[in-house]
Each structure stands twice: as C-alpha cells, then as structure tokens.
C-alpha cells in the first residue's frame, strides 16, 4: 500500500449515498443508494485524485480493467439497455465513476440521472439482493466489504 | 483498417450535432457544435461498437490513451475547473465518448450538460479559435480533417 492509498478516506458525500460492498486492486465499489436503477460508483482508493488522465499509467489500466469488468457484469446481472459511463465531479471532487444500468422507460430515460429525481431509497431486502445478483457475476478479484 | 473500421460511419445525429476535426489512430474527434462549453467527443472508427466493455481489449486501451490525452489537452487548453467525462449513448447508440470542460458557474453548472439547454451554435471565428487552441496542445498523431 502506498502512501496515496493509506491517505484514502472515502468523501463523506460519497459514503453517505452509497453503501460501500468491495474492494478491487484500485478501487473501492460502492452501490449508489438510489433503487430506481442498478447504480455503482468506483472509486480509486488514491488520496486528492480528482481526473482520470491526472492518474499513473499503471492505475488508468487498472481503472479501465475494472469498469469494464463492473459494467459487464451489471449489463449481466440487470439485463439493460444501456450502460451510462462517467465521471462528473462537479459536486463531489474525488474521482469516481458512475455506472448506471439504464431501461428504455426508466424514470429518466433518456435523459442522464444526475440530479432528476431524488433518491428513492432501498429497502434492505431489495439492497442484499442486488448485491448478491451483481457478486454472481463478479470474479474473485474482488473483496467483498 | 479491418472490417470494422472500412464499415465505421459517423452516426448522422453525431455528424448534426458537431465538427469532424480530427482522426487518432483509433477514434474520430469531434467538437460539439454547442459554444457553451468546450466538448469534444471521441468516436472509435468501430462499426456497431455500443459499450466500450464490449471493444477489444487492445481498442479499450487505446480509447483510454485517446481520451487521456485529449481530456488532458482541454483542461491545458480552457484551464476549466472539472472534465466531465461520459459514455451515454441513450438517444444516440453508436459509441462516443463526451469530454466536456466545466467551469463553475456555467450554464448547467453544477449539473450535467446533456438535456439541460439547446445548443448554442458557434460562430465560424470562434469555432475556428477553440479548434486552433486545441490542436496545439495535441500531439502528432491525430490527422487533422
């Protein structure tokens, strides 16, 4: 562990969205508290890093490994139409990026989610469950929290 | 150029909605035709490619090389606050990739831009300026359109 990662503290706006369920090699996933869609966050376990192109070579890899292992899965587990990619960071400075299982119909479709609708929170069955659908498709890589 | 790249036609709402100004090796950059902001957007010359996922791993690093440098010129360019980086792709299928300079206190600051006001149309200078600050912060392996 380097020095960046022992200075990581996930952004407490962060923390109080989401529900941290793993670590992989670089990066914490966080499931977004919002039921209305299969929503993960990853989040480089690297102290002030706030842009993906700011970030080491090594650690851009594995970010792009990562997420392209997540949305996979969540496309798999949550059989959608469309994943949404991205990081904003407009309210929230630390690096992270958004994975958003989208369904023609949802409750923003077509339209990007951020800042439409007011989180609908999970109620705690409904939360396990997600989780345990997407840590079906997931491979060992990851440290279940 | 494989059979993925001789098929590779801009999708015409990408071609509506922007200038083509640049080839990389793997993707055609754009520039939104939206003065707003500046948007640049990154469309790997892949026939039917929909998630980046779903890309080759070797068109995966290579998107990432394309938008690290280009997100990295942009924010040396516009010296913005934050890049909003993004792979939607709900109203348009074909795979692109939005890097959007922001600052605090534009148009849709601190939400997304996508859907939040009608593109306002650059005048020809301006276009031609923000294109010329760009491309002298990008490296020769983009061709120029």
């Given at each position: 562990m380097n020095t960046e990662e022992a200075d990581f503290e996930l952004h407490p706006q962060?923390?109080?969205?989401?529900?941290?369920?793993?670590d992989g090699p670089l990066s914490r996933l966080l499931l977004s508290e919002d039921a209305r869609y299969p929503w993960c966050i990853l989040?480089?376990?690297?102290?002030?890093?706030?842009?993906?192109y700011a970030l080491s070579e090594a650690d851009q890899l594995q970010l792009l490994r990562e997420s392209s292992e997540?949305?996979?899965?969540?496309?798999?587990?949550?059989?959608?139409?469309k994943l949404n990619l991205a990081a904003l960071g407009n309210l929230v400075p630390q690096l992270h990026l958004h994975h958003v299982v989208r369904y023609a119909g949802d409750a923003a479709w077509p339209g990007p989610v951020w800042g439409r609708?007011?989180?609908l929170g999970y109620d705690e069955a409904a939360r396990d469950e997600r989780i345990a659908q997407l840590k079906a498709k997931l491979s060992p890589q990851w440290a279940w929290l």
């Open positions: 962060l923390a109080a969205d989401s529900t941290s369920i793993a989040v480089p376990r690297r102290a002030g890093a706030r842009e993906i997540l949305g996979r899965a969540m496309m798999d587990a949550f059989a959608g139409h609708h007011p989180a």
